[in-house]
């Protein structure tokens, strides 16, 4: 089934992503997460370009249950300030997304500095200090001039380079946030997310340069801290919050989130779905029946043999579901002969059923790919002239016998 405008249709990406994430968990969670899948994928989607999966943020947290699971459509990170006396909790947030060192570093190249007497030191270390204080100096007059009584707006800064105790304190005491040593490839969500754009060095800032978020809080989790950017007005990026009681579980959301997302996105390359619940596969059958007529010779036998092996995802539906494979088979195959429509099989009575009608929907490229294997893997069988055995062989004793002698 073509659907060019597949980006505009969300009733049916949502259908998608149900079909795949009900092949992994249970139906009550998987239709919770249908909805987070979706939005998730359609928030990074642009008309005309490909959508990047890695804009997807996929961070999980041992606590509560999963049903607790939800999109944020911003960033979470996997860690939170680094001085007591910042704040936790700020709303109508400039981001300064920068990737400047506001520490000490030690030159590239093999230099020295000698002193002759105390106050020599002592003027050398100020001029170390000087040069970060400097850059300290200049944010913080960014931050007073955007931050203003009237717009009541917070400032947060995260650098992907280090941050040293001092600028802490001097940040800290202008009531700006301040996360050090983000990861590389968060930097990249932020502006997408937040918008703006990366700072490199702290001369000629501009307020065009800042994103904005409306909240950025921080949370504890045992040892751990997260912080959380929400409430951007563009997304580009965001984040999905995977929770659950134990490893396990996670790990098993975790999976099945990243099918759903790779689902959904398959459909809007394509362009095009296909009927799930078995119904391809019985539409194929009877049309290679009908091909088989107008052949003759070997080739038909290899045709009808196809047909019969596509059954077996219908059979596998049934048994699985626990129906009685034969009963529903039919049951299903008169159907489609006497309608002519693509039928599959209802799970849950057993009966046949109208897959576009119940949002049963499956990728077309899954298909096209499945058919391409079952035939090459077959014809590299077939040409295939001896298998050797090699290696002990099973049921058979390697030990020499009792009496023989060594």
Not at 165 to 170: A, G, N, V
Not at 231 to 237: K, L
Not at 305 to 332: R, T, Y
Request: aromatic share 4%; charged share 25%.
């Amino acid at each position: 089934v073509d659907k060019p405008d597949v980006l505009q249709d969300r009733e049916l990406l949502t259908s998608v992503a149900r079909t795949s994430l009900r092949t992994k968990l249970d139906q009550q969670l998987a239709d919770q997460l249908t909805e987070i899948v979706t939005d998730a994928v359609l928030t990074i989607a642009t008309p005309g370009r490909p959508v990047d999966l890695h804009m997807i943020e996929i961070m999980h947290m041992v606590h509560q249950s999963a049903a607790d699971t939800r999109l944020i459509k911003g960033l979470v990170l996997d860690h939170g300030s680094r001085h007591p006396d910042m704040p936790s909790e700020l709303e109508n947030c400039f981001i300064m997304t920068c990737n400047v060192s506001l520490e000490y570093e030690k030159s590239e190249v093999n230099s020295g500095f000698f002193y002759n007497s105390a106050d020599q030191r002592e003027k050398m270390v100020e001029a170390e200090r000087k040069f970060t204080d400097d850059k300290v100096k200049q944010i913080i007059e960014l931050k007073r001039h955007v931050c203003t009584d009237e717009n009541k707006a917070s400032f947060v800064i995260i650098n992907q380079k280090g941050i040293d105790p001092l600028s802490l304190d001097m940040l800290a005491k202008e009531g700006i946030l301040a996360l050090r040593r983000a990861k590389r490839r968060n930097m990249e969500r932020l502006t997408l997310a937040c918008g703006g754009m990366a700072i490199n060095s702290t001369d000629d800032m501009d307020v065009n340069m800042l994103g904005w978020a409306g909240k950025v809080y921080e949370q504890t989790l045992g040892e751990d801290n997260y912080t959380f950017v929400e409430d951007v007005r563009h997304p580009q990026s965001c984040s999905i919050l995977i929770k659950g009681p134990n490893e396990h579980t996670i790990a098993q959301i975790k999976d099945a989130v990243r099918d759903g997302i790779r689902a959904v996105n398959n459909t809007i390359e394509d362009g095009s779905v296909v009927p799930g619940g078995g119904a391809f596969e019985l539409a194929a059958h009877r049309a290679l029946y009908a091909f088989k007529d107008t052949i003759s010779g070997r080739a038909k036998l290899g045709v009808q043999a196809f047909a019969d092996a596509l059954l077996i995802i219908p059979k596998v539906l049934a048994e699985n579901s626990g129906l009685d494979v034969q009963d529903a088979l039919l049951a299903c195959l008169e159907e489609g002969a006497a309608s002519g429509e693509a039928v599959g099989l209802d799970l849950f009575s057993g009966q046949p059923m109208l897959p576009l009608q119940e949002g049963i929907i499956d990728n077309y490229r899954v298909k096209r790919q499945f058919i391409h294997l079952a035939t090459a893997l077959a014809s590299q069988l077939l040409l295939v002239d001896e298998v050797m055995r090699a290696g002990r062989q099973m049921g058979k004793s390697q030990q020499p016998d009792a009496g023989q002698d060594e």
